[in-house]
């Protein structure tokens, strides 16, 4: 198979809304962001990829993350590795100088490559070798041996379509159902997405499970505590996202905000905008 060469731009494409990321306002002009769409015929599988690079950081830099209902394959000098769907908030200290070459799978995307339910590797960070085997490993090997980000996604793009994935219609069902919630705030129960999707709730979760790696509900809150924490920063108040997001009072959104992103709601408002 011919090596295939994604088409970046010739301007780096820049996250401008880094949904997920603590506080994402402060700290963060000593990186570089990159994004790039996968090939027509990696698409069906992967949404992006993404690079972090950094250099010569003056001191250890914490980014802490609230996760997406996704799986991603990170590669860095530190650990090679997928992710599977994170349930809490997690972080990752960059110090010095480094790179983070990611792999973001659509919802349901990675399936295909694991060949069972996604809910396998839920919560869980798997070696890239212990997945893929001897070529796994030396595809990572390479990706950190590569300085140019264009040719590092190019090894592992090819690495990917190398594996034969077939496209499957779940996959697509799913990542479809996944992009409503995150599109449309006013989905704030499993039953209202049921309703749209045409299935009962019960085939709803089993759907999410094998292909999303998580039920429909956890979805559902996940992106609605994105959509507090842009909105927080933005000066809104507390008891309003709380009636517009679903909860039933504003110590419900208080207690699940303070729980994945580390610090009460009232906090986060007044640091993100200090930034």
Do not use: C
């Not at 997406?68 to 650990?79: A, G, L, R, Y």
């Not at 479809?176 to 009962?200: C, H, N, W």
């Amino acid at each position: 198979m011919a090596a295939i060469v994604p088409r970046l731009p010739e301007a780096r494409l820049v996250e401008t809304r880094l949904r997920g990321w603590i506080n994402p306002y402060a700290g963060l002009d000593a990186f570089d962001f990159l994004r790039q769409a996968p090939s027509p015929e990696a698409s069906a599988f992967v949404e992006h990829f993404w690079v972090v690079t950094w250099t010569d950081l003056a001191e250890p830099y914490e980014q802490r993350i609230v996760s997406h209902p996704t799986v991603n394959m990170t590669i860095t000098s530190d650990f090679r590795q997928i992710a599977g769907v994170i349930k809490g908030g997690f972080s990752y200290t960059m110090k010095g100088s480094g790179r983070v070459v990611g792999t973001r799978f659509r919802p349901g995307g990675f399936r295909p490559f694991l060949g069972g339910p996604v809910s396998d590797v839920t919560g869980r960070f798997v070696e890239i070798g212990d997945m893929f085997g001897p070529a796994g490993s030396t595809m990572t090997e390479q990706v950190l041996a590569e300085p140019d980000a264009r040719a590092s996604i190019a090894l592992i793009e090819t690495f990917l379509l190398s594996m034969g994935p077939e496209q499957d219609p779940l996959v697509e069902e799913a990542a479809a159902l996944v992009a409503m919630v995150e599109r449309d705030v006013s989905i704030t129960r499993v039953g209202e997405l049921a309703a749209r999707s045409g299935r009962s709730v019960r085939s709803l979760q089993r759907l999410f499970r094998n292909y999303v790696g998580i039920g429909p509900k956890w979805v559902i809150r996940r992106f609605r505590l994105h959509e507090a924490a842009e909105r927080l920063h933005q000066g809104v108040e507390l008891a309003t996202l709380a009636a517009e997001l679903g909860y039933t009072d504003q110590a419900h959104l208080t207690r699940d905000f303070t729980a994945v992103v580390g610090m009460p709601p009232a906090a986060y408002a007044r640091v993100s905008r200090q930034a």
